[in-house]
């Protein structure tokens, strides 16, 4: 009898550490398809750059954890279309934002330059609060380069479940930054220097 108790008490107690495993198991695979755009896993940040004067695009590449940041060559007066494209490896990773289009948003800084940002998304990339997330942009070039003694920049952040968002601008130093948020964390950041 002291035997059938001791076995009994056994099963039940493998059976409750059995199921704790399998619950934390799916609680740990549920956690990680909430970040479903790792920054650890992005190569590429890629703009395609189209001068509206031309219709040529231009796709730079700014490749993850490079030594070196792409030029991107923009003109005074002109006005350009931007998209932007993700990728891990070869994979387009640009659809998993059109996915979670809420948990996104991209935000433009240009320290050096006199550029005019306007936020082009379709409804595919306009979160549930309104605010575009920034995947097309239009750019209006007033003055590629201020300074010419100093570097121009575009420092472009994605930012991860952001607790609130603004299409808003500011100033920032010699330039200006498009977009503002709070809380979340970076998914991406990428470097492009300017020249004209």
Not at 3 to 9: D, E, G
Not at 54 to 64: E, I, N
Not at 103 to 124: A, C, K, Q
Not at 159 to 167: C, N
């Amino acid at each position: 009898m002291k035997n059938t108790f001791k076995n009994t008490k056994l099963i039940i107690g493998l059976f409750f550490l059995a199921l704790s495993l399998s619950l934390s198991s799916c609680r740990h695979n549920d956690d990680n398809e909430k970040d479903d755009l790792p920054q650890e896993e992005l190569s590429d940040v890629l703009l395609k750059v189209t001068d509206q004067a031309t219709g040529v695009p231009v796709t730079y590449d700014y490749q993850v954890n490079s030594t070196s940041n792409p030029n991107i060559k923009l003109i005074d007066g002109h006005t350009y279309n931007v998209e932007v494209m993700f990728k891990n490896g070869a994979e387009d990773a640009t659809q998993e934002i059109k996915e979670a289009v809420n948990e996104h948003f991209l935000v433009y800084n240009f320290p050096n330059s006199d550029i005019t940002l306007t936020r082009t998304d379709s409804s595919d990339f306009t979160r549930a609060d309104g605010n575009r997330v920034g995947i097309k942009t239009k750019w209006v070039v007033n003055t590629a380069v201020k300074n010419t003694a100093a570097p121009a920049q575009l420092v472009l952040t994605l930012f991860h479940e952001p607790v609130t968002v603004s299409e808003a601008s500011s100033v920032s130093g010699n330039g200006v930054i498009y977009g503002t948020h709070t809380g979340g964390e970076t998914d991406a950041q990428a470097n492009y220097n300017i020249t004209y």
